[in-house]
């Protein structure tokens, strides 16, 4: 019988803020929310952008003056808006108007003479060029003679094709919230992020970790383009050409495994099983189905899983610019100009376009996590359970004339999901209630190629009107988070029973397929046959193609009080009250801006000397289960 993953906590943040309570979902479809759901986001958001405090019950502005949530709405409502989602760069990440760059410069004397300088002895280059002549001035100065000039680097700007991102909020620094000296900034995010999906859970970490073996819980999470600022992979390899030293921590803090590392060292303490695996923009998915495979073979109890993706930077903007692959601002203000009411003026919140009239994607930084129980222990503990994931599909594309093109492998992993799905809550589950989180990914090939594929699965199982969201209109493209932005979103529209619309365009663009697909631009409410299943999708260069299926806690109810009984599930409900109340506790807390971050840095080390080991367990000090060899013969049938 296999194990049920179910979702038990979920936490993080991109440009649409904080995730857990759904915040991030609400930012995204804050037209359509109530007006007490609008404003306790809207104060969220103003928290961690360091727009108010919280003390004495209230908030407050930073003159003193006290505001309750519809005097911060007014007072805030349109900073926080414009402050968040895909906006135009901040300069905080860089200057696009003046990008930083070295221009090449031949210097020679006049009319062919010689060209004399003065310097320091220490600056000197060694060896001395072969043209060079050097003469000491006093103990440290030179005076340098050059017969055949030379070239040099000047110190230079220009100004940025790409200027728009999926940035975090306006003022929002991950490492302001801990100790976090010398972290790069996807790691701070992962630190962060982690923190805010454990205390989603409304269970304390160390009463899960009484319940399971050492080796039951696991941490998959990883980054797809590693860590690339100047604390990491970014300086260790700009440190020389700009004449510095590389630091001892910025090649180890650089590799793309350190999200589950920090978290598995630095938040949970854990000496499970660990594992970071990349495919590219399909990344999560590939750790989720990891995950998933572990715990429906009981080979793990709780995962963590996620992502973490800090990718704003002058190098992949440049890298991914010269591939074609961005929204530029020359090409969505030529979209602009067809459209009506056209402005001059580039709209840089409408940059990532799914479906519509685009012209590349955008990049956007985000950190997502989920944490997973096997359906036993999330009714043994009374965690509150938002969803399930039974299955994550993934396929490449066989061969291809391009590395970066759209392939095959999406048909078969996409289409192994619906039937996947079909076998779980029936055909009309899937055909009345189900919607897509398309990759949505915002470029002109994506559009044809990836709504093409939709439509035919859709037809080949009987599904007339599939509904089609896309997060990247809202957030960007985060890369290995992608998926994970689009699967906290979906559980968003469990939660509300919303479907959020493309609203960064005018109109479906004419070469998209659509005649079994609904896209739409506004918001739609399911008031009729409530949400069930949503199908992630996600593609990723190289031909990493994944698709995952997504269950609705109403259905995961329903299959557990046909697993575990109608009484023990009536238990259950009772035991989960007091878990939701926990995570209710850390809400409220969160609004008042106390996240209370995880970071355990040289706590409760391990001492080797303390585990205890015989032929049948090993003790670890520190954890109240012992992890048990498993002495089943697997292999029986091949053994005298």
């Known amino acids: 019988m296999s194990r049920l993953p179910v979702i038990v906590g979920f936490g993080g943040y991109n440009a649409a803020g904080r995730s857990s309570a759904h915040h991030g979902f ?45 005097a911060l709405e007014q007072r805030f409502g349109a900073q926080i808006l414009a402050s968040t989602l895909v906006r135009r760069i901040e300069k905080n990440h860089l200057d696009v108007d003046a990008a930083p760059w070295q221009k090449n410069l031949t210097v020679t004397g006049p009319a062919g003479k010689p060209l004399s ?100 819980i696991a941490v998959y999470a990883s980054s797809a383009m590693s860590q690339l600022d100047e604390n990491s992979f970014g300086g260790l390899m700009q440190s020389r050409l700009k004449g510095g030293r590389v630091t001892a921590k910025q090649l180890a803090l650089g590799l793309n495994s350190m999200p589950a590392d920090f978290i598995n060292a630095y938040v949970l303490g854990s000496v499970g099983s660990t594992s970071s695996i990349t495919g590219a923009c399909a990344s999560f998915l590939y750790n989720l189905q990891k995950a998933t495979d572990m715990i429906s073979a009981g080979k793990a109890r709780v995962v963590i899983v996620g992502n973490s993706e800090a990718p704003i930077t002058q190098e992949c903007l440049d890298g991914y610019g ?122 002109p090939a994506n559009r044809v190629t ?62 998209v397929h659509r005649q079994h697909l609904r896209i739409s631009q506004v918001d739609v409410p399911r008031t009729e046959q409530p949400l069930e299943v949503c199908f992630i999708n996600s593609k990723g260069f190289g031909g990493n193609n994944a698709s995952g299926v997504v269950l609705a806690p109403q259905v995961v109810e329903r299959m557990l009080r046909k697993r575990y009984g109608a009484e023990r599930f009536a238990a259950y409900e009772a035991q989960r009250e007091q878990t939701r109340a926990a995570a209710q506790a850390y809400e409220q807390q969160a609004l008042q801006g106390q996240l209370e971050i995880i970071y355990n840095f040289g706590h409760d080390l391990i001492d080797d000397q303390g585990i205890a080991i015989n032929g049948e367990q090993i003790q670890v000090p520190g954890f109240n289960q012992p992890l048990v060899f498993d002495k089943t013969s697997r292999f029986a049938d091949m053994l005298d």
Not at 40 to 65: C, N, R
Not at 133 to 151: I, P
Not at 485 to 506: C, H, M, N, R, V
């Open 117 to 216: 300088f003065i310097t320091l002895r220490k600056q000197l280059p060694e060896p001395l060029p072969s043209d060079w002549t050097v003469e000491a001035l006093n103990d440290n100065d030179v005076q340098v003679t050059l017969y055949d000039g030379c070239d040099i680097k000047v110190d230079s700007y220009r100004n940025l094709p790409v200027k728009s991102a999926g940035q975090l909020p306006t003022g929002f620094e991950p490492g302001e919230l801990y100790a976090s000296r010398f972290h790069p900034r996807g790691l701070q995010m992962t630190i962060v992020a982690a923190t805010d999906a454990l205390r989603s859970i409304g269970l304390p970490w160390q009463t899960i970790v009484d319940q399971v073996a050492p080796d039951e």
């Open 322 to 443: 010269a591939m074609g692959a961005l929204a530029t601002e020359d090409g969505l203000r030529q979209i602009q100009s067809q459209e009506p009411g056209a402005q001059e003026q580039v709209d840089f919140r409408r940059a990532s376009r799914p479906f519509g009239q685009n012209c590349g994607f955008t990049l956007a930084e985000s950190s997502q996590f989920l944490v997973l129980m096997d359906d036993e222990l999330a009714l043994q503990l009374g965690a509150d359970i938002h969803g399930a994931v039974p299955d994550v599909f993934i396929n490449a594309d066989g061969f291809k004339k391009s590395i970066s093109a759209p392939g095959p492998g999406n048909y078969l992993c996409m289409a192994k999901a619906v039937a996947s799905a079909m076998q779980l809550v029936g055909e009309d589950g899937v055909r009345l209630r189900s919607f897509v989180h398309a990759h949505g990914s915002s470029t």
């Open 26 to 70: 609400r930012r995204t479809v804050i037209e359509s929310m109530s007006a007490t759901d609008r404003q306790e986001t809207l104060a969220s958001l103003a928290i961690l952008m360091k727009l108010v405090t919280f003390s004495a019950g209230q908030y407050h502005d930073h003159d003193g003056q006290p505001l309750d949530l519809a």
């Open 450 to 511: 990836e709504s093409e594929l939709l439509d035919r699965v859709a037809a080949s199982f009987g599904i007339a009107d599939w509904p089609v969201a896309a997060v990247k209109s809202y957030v960007g493209h985060s890369l290995a988070s992608a998926s994970a932005d689009q699967l906290i979103s979906a559980l968003g529209s469990f939660k509300y029973q919303l479907i959020p619309g493309i609203k960064t365009i005018d109109a479906v663009a004419d070469d």
